[in-house]
């Protein structure tokens, strides 16, 4: 497994309305886009309904994407990134609201 490395962190202006941003993550396995309500208080981002997407050829699992919270959680100088994910749409559960997930 490789280590994942931050390259790059935008929000994407024109096609973000707040408090809904669409972010891309590029990191050195790939591109990671997302789409959230974000809300920055003290030391806490919390992303509410998060969708995210991306390059389809990389598998991103459950350690990938705490070690990715953990960078951005040092790019944006916060303590706590709390996670509530968008309600699935397609696929297993369609319709289910995943349980919240703290990364501190």
């Known amino acids: 497994m490789v280590a994942i490395e931050l390259l790059d962190l935008c929000i994407?202006?024109?096609?973000?309305?707040?408090?809904?941003?669409?972010?891309i993550i590029e990191t050195n396995r790939?591109?990671?886009?997302?789409?959230?309500?974000?809300?920055?208080?003290?030391?806490?981002l919390e992303l509410k309904g998060l969708h995210i997407g991306g390059?389809?050829?990389?598998?991103?699992?459950w350690a990938d994407?705490?070690?990715?919270?953990?960078?951005v959680m040092e790019r944006l100088d916060v303590d706590e990134i709390v996670?509530?994910?968008?309600v699935r749409t397609t696929g297993g559960n369609p319709g289910r609201q995943p349980k919240q997930w703290r990364i501190r």
């Open 12 to 23: 994407v202006v024109d096609q973000s309305d707040d408090p809904h941003f669409v972010a």
């Open 55 to 61: 390059d389809p050829r990389v598998e991103w699992g």
């Open 65 to 71: 994407l705490r070690a990715l919270a953990r960078l």
């Open 30 to 44: 790939g591109r990671l886009e997302t789409l959230c309500e974000a809300i920055l208080s003290d030391k806490t």
């Open 83 to 86: 996670v509530t994910g968008g």
